[in-house]
Structure formats: structure tokens, C-alpha cells
């Protein structure tokens, strides 16, 4: 079930503003992924995890099997972002994948509207808790998930991903009464 569009309403004074992407003033609408936007979907992620993106066959099997747990941000020409959540077979705990907010849109409160939008519709499905994995040094992304809510379950976890590849697991309870829980 993919989400209706949103217009993003600007986060200043005026609400009835669309959010501007950038100079080109080109509005962000919120909306699930198609098949169509794979190729963006890859260059996102691409620009945002130079060191690790997905391989496209992983970004194909992701929408085929998950592709109502991918949200991006799109400005009518390209996306500027995604985010990928994976619920768990019981109902009771969400992943979140992969956050990414293009280098030029960040700052702007996209990964936190994104985020948002996530627990909005775990909380209506009535998952427990949501997991996710950061690199320690990310402090920015860090920090956004503190916002939100998640706290670091232990501290790092070395070689998490694999060789080098220490991670932070943060989780945050959603609800006591959600499935499975």
C-alpha cells in the first residue's frame, strides 16, 4: 500500500507554501516508489553512500519485494531522497534500511520529514518498537534520530556489516500493545 502524495508545506510562516527543493523552486511531494524511479532510486543512493550503495539488483529486489516500504522525495524532475523500512514477520519490530537525503538537500529537515512519515504508519499498524543501524561517526544522523526518539541499544558493535563495519543499533518503542508484543 503505497502513501498518497504530500506536498511538503513550507516550515515557515506561511503554511499554504509548497516546500521548496531549491533555487528552482520545484516543490518536494512525499510519495511511494514506482518502478520508474528505480534508476533515481540508484543514483541517490549512490551519491549518499559513495563507499557502499546498494548494487541495483539488491535497490530491484528491494522494490519488488518491500516497494510499499519505500518512500522518496521527488521535485517532479529527480528524487532528492528515499527511506526503506522493513517490518518483521510477527508485526512487532520495523527496520529501517536506508535513510538518504541528497548532499544539496540536507539541512533542510527531509530525513526528519521522512522519518516522520515512517512512524506515523508504524504506529497506525501498531508495530512495537523500530530498529536501525548508524556508523558511530555519524553524528548528524545521530542526532536526528535522538529527536525522534531512538536511543542506542548497548554501544558500538563492531564489524556489525562486516569487516570495518562497526555500527550503532538505536531502537525506539512505539507502542506496549502492538502486535506481538
Same mark, same amino acid.
Given at each position: 500500500m503505497a502513501v498518497p502524495e504530500e506536498r511538503f508545506p513550507f516550515s515557515g510562516r506561511h503554511a499554504d507554501q509548497a516546500f521548496l527543493a531549491d533555487s528552482g523552486d520545484r516543490p518536494l511531494t512525499m510519495r511511494g516508489v514506482t518502478d520508474a524511479d528505480l534508476p533515481e532510486l540508484l543514483r541517490v543512493d549512490r551519491e549518499?553512500?559513495?563507499?557502499?550503495p546498494y548494487p541495483y539488483f539488491v535497490l530491484r529486489q528491494h522494490l519488488d519485494v518491500h516497494g510499499d516500504r519505500v518512500l522518496v522525495l521527488d521535485d517532479g524532475t529527480c528524487l532528492h531522497g528515499y527511506v526503506l523500512f522493513v517490518t518483521t514477520s510477527?508485526?512487532? @519490530?520495523?527496520?529501517? %534500511?536506508?535513510l538518504a537525503v541528497s548532499a544539496d538537500q540536507r539541512g533542510r529537515g527531509l530525513g526528519k520529514r521522512l522519518m516522520l512519515e515512517v512512524?506515523?504508519?508504524?504506529r497506525r499498524?501498531?508495530?512495537?518498537?523500530?530498529?536501525?543501524?548508524?556508523?558511530?561517526?555519524?553524528? @548528524?544522523?545521530?542526532? %536526528?534520530?535522538?529527536?525522534l526518539g531512538f536511543a542506542p541499544e548497548g554501544g558500538v558493535h563492531r564489524n556489525y556489516l562486516g569487516p570495518g563495519e562497526d555500527r550503532l543499533i538505536m531502537v525506539l518503542g512505539l507502542s506496549k500493545g502492538a502486535a506481538g508484543g
Open positions: 549518499v553512500f559513495p563507499d557502499d510477527d508485526g512487532y @519490530a520495523c527496520w529501517v %534500511l536506508s512512524l506515523r504508519q508504524l499498524e501498531r508495530v512495537g518498537e523500530v530498529r536501525l543501524t548508524v556508523e558511530p561517526t555519524n553524528a @548528524a544522523a545521530i542526532m %536526528l534520530y535522538r529527536t
